[in-house]
């Protein structure tokens, strides 16, 4: 089976990038513990979605399980006006999260306080990772023969 999403950490930074499908509950709970590795280590998030994330019971385990995480700053780079959705009501209800758009990718980076010089290397791991999804989990079909992801920056 092709993965759903994809992550690996840049330095202090947790990249993650969803594709078009949600992640199964098996994808979620290897993802959970690789996040568990990462508690001292990751003081910031980036999310980047084709529009797909983790349902309500995914989300609610991960609250759960590492209240750690809740301080943490968290991006959301997203053309998805349902998700953008939902990133700002969970900043209304006094989560550290933020929602931006692919053409804003820099305003994402700035927003977790990614120094400049980083931000480079940042989009290059983010091409890399969204890379590593097959076309179909991205939401490519060959009728639409489009990319979808990281344009320039």
Not at 95 to 120: C, V, W
Not at 136 to 150: C, F, Q, V
Request: aromatic share 8%.
């Amino acid at each position: 089976m092709e993965p759903t999403f994809v992550y690996g950490p840049e330095g202090d930074l947790l990249l993650t990038v969803h594709g078009a499908t949600p992640p199964t509950d098996e994808e979620w709970r290897v993802y959970l513990e690789f996040c568990r590795t990462l508690i001292g280590k990751a003081t910031r998030n980036l999310v980047v979605t084709s529009g797909a994330g983790p349902n309500g019971q995914q989300r609610s385990k991960l609250i759960k399980e590492f209240p750690e995480f809740t301080p943490i700053p968290v991006a959301v780079v997203s053309d998805s006006s349902t998700t953008r959705g939902i990133v700002t009501a969970l900043h209304w209800f006094g989560k550290n999260i933020r929602a931006f758009r692919s053409s804003n990718l820099t305003g994402a980076l700035e927003y977790l306080g990614l120094p400049a010089e980083r931000h480079a290397a940042v989009i290059e791991k983010l091409r890399t990772l969204t890379a590593s999804l097959s076309p179909e989990a991205r939401g490519i079909t060959k009728k639409s023969n489009g990319e979808r992801g990281l344009g320039p920056h």
